[in-house]
C-alpha cells in the first residue's frame, strides 16, 4: 500500500497521510473487542444509587453502542463539512484555485458520510427504542431531529448530483452548507426547549455528569467510541482519494 | 440612473419585480389559485369531520408551506429564465438584489396568506379565541416560512432542473421552523394558557438568521 | 449465557469483517490507481 507520492500532481497529496498499516489494524482491532465486550461484558446500565438507566434486556437494545456513536459522528459531521465550507470560501476570497477544490472535496465527502452515520443512527434508534421504549417510533425530539438532519445531509448529496459545473457545484455546496446551519442551530437549541421533554436527556445527563458506574461507560468512551472515529478517518480519506481520482480521470 | 444607496437599490429591485408581477397578472392568478385549492383539497379532505384544533394548526401550516412554496419559484428563477439577471449584476449590488428578492417573497407570501388563512378560518372552524397570539404566531410564521423559502431559492437559483430539487431542499430547513410554528398555533387555537411570546420570537429569529446568512453568502451564488 | 451471548456476537462480528474486507480492497483499489496514474503522468 505504500505508493509513492505523485510529483506532478498537487491534488494528490493524501498517501503520506494518516491511514497507513497500522491504522487499519489498530480499527480492525478496536471494532472487534467493541463488538465482544458489548456483548460478553457489559449486562444493565445501572446508575450510582444502583437503579437502571437501561435494562438492555431484549438482545436488541444492545445496539446503543453502535447507535452513539453513530448519532454522534453524524452531527458532528455537520460541523466537519461546516468549518470546510468556510474554508472553501476563505480559498476562494484569496484565490487559492487547489485549495478551493480541496475545501470543496471535504465538504462533500463530510456530507455524505453524515448521510451514512444519521442513516444509521435513525436504524439502530429505532432498534433500540422498540427494545427499551417499546416502539419503534415515538416522535421523542432527538429521533425527529435526527430525521431531519439527515433530510439536510441527502438535500445537499441531492444538490450535488444535479449540478455539472464543478464551480457552481462547489459554490452551491458551500452556501447550502452555511445556510442549513441555521435550521441546525434551530433542531438542537430551540426546538427541544418549545416541543417538550425528551427520553434522552437524563441518560444523556448522566453520562457527562459521570454518574453512571460499570462497565457501560468504559466500554462506550474506551472502546466504541475511539473506534468509531478511527473507522470514520479512514473512510473519510478513502472517499476522497476515490473523489480526487474521478476528479482527475474528467480533467 | 443606478441609485448607489444599498438600501436604493434594493428598493429598487424589489419595485421592479411587483412591477413585472403586476403586469403580467396570469403568474400571480396562478400561485393564488394553487394555493387556495391546495386549500380546498384539505377542506374536502376534512369534510364535515369533527376534529381536534391541534390537528387543524397542523393542516393550516401544511397549506402555508404550500402557500409559501408555489409563490417562491418567481422570485430568482424568473431572472435566470428571462436572461435579466446579466444586467442586474451589472447594476446592483448583490446583498440589495437578495434583500429586495426576499422583501418581495415576503410581500407575496403575505398577500397569499391574507386570502388563504380566511377561508381556512371559515371552512375548518378554526377557532379564534384568542386572535392577538394567533395572528403573531402566523405572521412570525410566514416570516420564518418565506425568509426561508427565498434563502433556498437564491441556492438552487443558477441550477437546472429546479422543480424536483426545490422540495428536497426546502423541505429540511423549513421543517424546524414549520414545527415551532405548529406547536405554537396549536397553542393559539386551544385553551392552553402556556404564553406564545417566546415561539414567536425563536420563528423571528430563525428569518432574521437565515435572512442574514443568505445575504451575506449572496455574493458568491451571484457572480460569474 | 456465556455461550449463547457468544454466539450472538457472531453475527455483528461477521458484518464488521465484512466492512473490513471492504474498505480494504477499496483502499488497494484506489492505491493501484493512483500509482498507475501517476506513472502515465511520468
Known amino acids: ?251 | 440612473m443606478t441609485p448607489q444607496n444599498p438600501v436604493q437599490q434594493a428598493v429598487a429591485v424589489f419595485r421592479k419585480d411587483l412591477r413585472m408581477e403586476l403586469r403580467n397578472r396570469g403568474s400571480l392568478n396562478a400561485i393564488l389559485l394553487f394555493s387556495v385549492i391546495s386549500l380546498i383539497v384539505m377542506a374536502f379532505g376534512v369534510g364535515n369531520l369533527e376534529i381536534i384544533a391541534h390537528l387543524k394548526a397542523g393542516l393550516l401550516w401544511v397549506v402555508l408551506f404550500f402557500a409559501a412554496f408555489s409563490g417562491l419559484s418567481h422570485v430568482f428563477v424568473q431572472e435566470e429564465e428571462t436572461g435579466t439577471s446579466l444586467a442586474l449584476k451589472m447594476h446592483a449590488r448583490p446583498e440589495s438584489v437578495y434583500a429586495g428578492k426576499a422583501a418581495f417573497n415576503l410581500v407575496l407570501t403575505f398577500g397569499i396568506a391574507v386570502i388563504v388563512v380566511p377561508i381556512f378560518v371559515i371552512m375548518l372552524k378554526l377557532p379564534t379565541e384568542k386572535p392577538i397570539a394567533l395572528a403573531a404566531v402566523i405572521i412570525s410564521g410566514l416570516f420564518a416560512l418565506s425568509s426561508g423559502a427565498s434563502a433556498v431559492a437564491a441556492i438552487i437559483s443558477q441550477s437546472r432542473g429546479k422543480g424536483a430539487i426545490f422540495g428536497a431542499i426546502g423541505f429540511p430547513i423549513l421543517l424546524p421552523a414549520l414545527m415551532v410554528g405548529v406547536r405554537a398555533t396549536q397553542i393559539a387555537v386551544t385553551s392552553s394558557d402556556e404564553s406564545v411570546v417566546r415561539t414567536v420570537f425563536g420563528l423571528v429569529a430563525f428569518g432574521v438568521m437565515i435572512t442574514t446568512v443568505a445575504a451575506a453568502l449572496f455574493p458568491i451564488l451571484w457572480d460569474d | 449465557m456465556e455461550p449463547k451471548m457468544f454466539t450472538l456476537a457472531l453475527a455483528p462480528l461477521i458484518v464488521w469483517l465484512g466492512i473490513f474486507w471492504y474498505l480494504n480492497m477499496i483502499d488497494r483499489k484506489l492505491s493501484k490507481l493512483e500509482a498507475g496514474k501517476d506513472r502515465d503522468e511520468l
Open chain 1, 1 to 251: 500500500m505504500a505508493v509513492g507520492n505523485a510529483p506532478n500532481s498537487q491534488l494528490n497529496n493524501v498517501n503520506s497521510s494518516i491511514p497507513g498499516l497500522w491504522w487499519k489494524i489498530l480499527t480492525g482491532i478496536g471494532m472487534t473487542l467493541t463488538i465482544l465486550a458489548v456483548y460478553l461484558v457489559v449486562g444493565p446500565v445501572l446508575n450510582k444509587v444502583g437503579q437502571p438507566f437501561y435494562t438492555l434486556g431484549g438482545h436488541g437494545a444492545k445496539v446503543i453502542f453502535f447507535h452513539v456513536p453513530c448519532a454522534w459522528l453524524g452531527s458532528q459531521c455537520y460541523i466537519i463539512g461546516a468549518c470546510y465550507a468556510v474554508s472553501y470560501l476563505r480559498a476562494r476570497a484569496r484565490g487559492e484555485r487547489f485549495a478551493m477544490v480541496e475545501a470543496d472535496l471535504k465538504n462533500a465527502v463530510a456530507m455524505e458520510l453524515g448521510l451514512l452515520f444519521s442513516v444509521l443512527a435513525t436504524i439502530t434508534g429505532m432498534v433500540f427504542a422498540k427494545n427499551e421504549w417499546g416502539a419503534y417510533w415515538n416522535w421523542d425530539p432527538r429521533q425527529t431531529s435526527i430525521l431531519i438532519i439527515m433530510f439536510l445531509f441527502a438535500a445537499y448529496v441531492a444538490l450535488r448530483g444535479i449540478v455539472a459545473d464543478p464551480d457552481l457545484r462547489a459554490r452551491q455546496g458551500a452556501v447550502y452548507t452555511l445556510v442549513a446551519v441555521v435550521p441546525g442551530i434551530f433542531l438542537y437549541f430551540i426546538l427541544p426547549r418549545i416541543v417538550g421533554d425528551t427520553m434522552h436527556a437524563e441518560p444523556n445527563k448522566a453520562l457527562i455528569g459521570r454518574q453512571i458506574s460499570g462497565n457501560y461507560m468504559y466500554t462506550m468512551y474506551g472502546l466504541t467510541l475511539p473506534s468509531f472515529i478511527m473507522l470514520f478517518v479512514w473512510m473519510f480519506q478513502l472517499r476522497l482519494r476515490q473523489m480526487k481520482l474521478e476528479l482527475r480521470k474528467s480533467a
